[in-house]
């Protein structure tokens, strides 16, 4: 009976990664369908894992949200964006990768909604938070390389120039997503490429 | 005892606009306090209003939200906005006003956020829709003027650079609820102003 209890623990153990997954992936089907769940067990109840077994791999809803993100998102930049890729150039590759997840956006709407809610959302608003300093920090990178290169006028504040680039991407989704016969968000942003073009050895305008 | 009644209903019904409008001072107090709530009846608790003549005004928790942001909103330009106020400055004065009033800004962020569900939120849907359309239409009348006098470049399309410019002042002013310290509107809006510029007779730069 011990030893039963013992294998069925390890099974169970080496089956959890697994199980999460399945989770974290049901979940972001849930939300794209239904919207986020207000509770951890009505999303429990949603996508028909019990309350106690969600409790197992996640300690709140909060947690579970920023797992299901973590999982998905695509708004961080990919190995693969060298240095002389423009920071608004990064961003519109992300919301190109964001379009393919449906209810990804309306994830990430959801949890810097609740990140701006001081005591109510911890580890939602220290993850939203690290999240925006590690973005803008890559993209203010991108528009100083742009400087050293000369394409980027040297009076532009290269922080500044990055809130700016991932206010206008984190926007510009959310109005697409709205009105998409109004909104285009490769076209906006390229607008604002022409204030911050890529480093390179040649201007771009 | 029927002319008692009358008096009574025709007492409330003088008083009902005044009530209406204490509700929602109250209901945008708690918003700044303790986020937006989940329900009519959580709010309601919340506000020390019962639920029965909340739903008097209010015929759902959408219905009341929108209410309540309307009254408070500093989105919309004033009346004050002349033509050639530039786009930028049109939202950096409403990002101005918006600062102060405390939950105003978490109160957008739900809407929005709550808007991308398209079949869970009708109400609030169409109004976000129809402010974002509204907003859009009146900066990109903005950007046509300085195209016209010579200030934007022609090649600029007035209604991509109006999207641009509202998702810029949106989630300029999200990123810096979240961190003060390391963000600031005016600053990046001024960035974008360079090359949307006010109309007028004299290039700004």
Chains 1, 2 share one sequence.
Do not use: C
Request: net charge negative; glycine share 6%; hydrophobic share 45%.
């Amino acid at each position: 009976m011990a030893n039963d209890q013992a294998e069925e623990r390890g099974r169970s153990y080496r089956k959890a990664p697994e199980r999460r997954a399945q989770i974290l992936l049901r979940a972001i089907e849930l939300f794209a369908e239904q919207g986020v769940g207000s509770s951890l067990r009505a999303i429990g109840a949603a996508i028909g894992v019990s309350h106690a077994a969600l409790r197992y791999y996640f300690a709140s809803r909060d947690e579970l949200l920023v797992a299901v993100y973590r999982e998905h998102e695509g708004m961080v930049h990919e190995p693969s964006d060298a240095a002389d890729v423009s920071a608004v150039s990064v961003m519109e590759k992300s919301a190109e990768r964001n379009r393919a997840i449906p209810g990804l956006v309306e994830l990430y709407a959801t949890l810097t909604t609740d990140a701006l809610q001081e005591h109510h959302h911890p580890i939602t608003r220290d993850f939203i938070q690290e999240r925006f300093r590690r973005v803008r920090a890559d993209l203010a990178e991108r528009v100083r390389a742009g400087q050293r290169s000369g394409s980027i006028a040297a009076d532009i504040d290269a922080d500044d120039a990055a809130a700016l680039v991932a206010a206008a991407s984190d926007g510009l989704q959310l109005q697409w997503l709205l009105s998409p016969d109004d909104v285009d968000v490769h076209r906006s942003l390229a607008i604002l490429e022409r204030l911050l073009p890529p480093a390179g050895p040649a201007l771009m305008r």
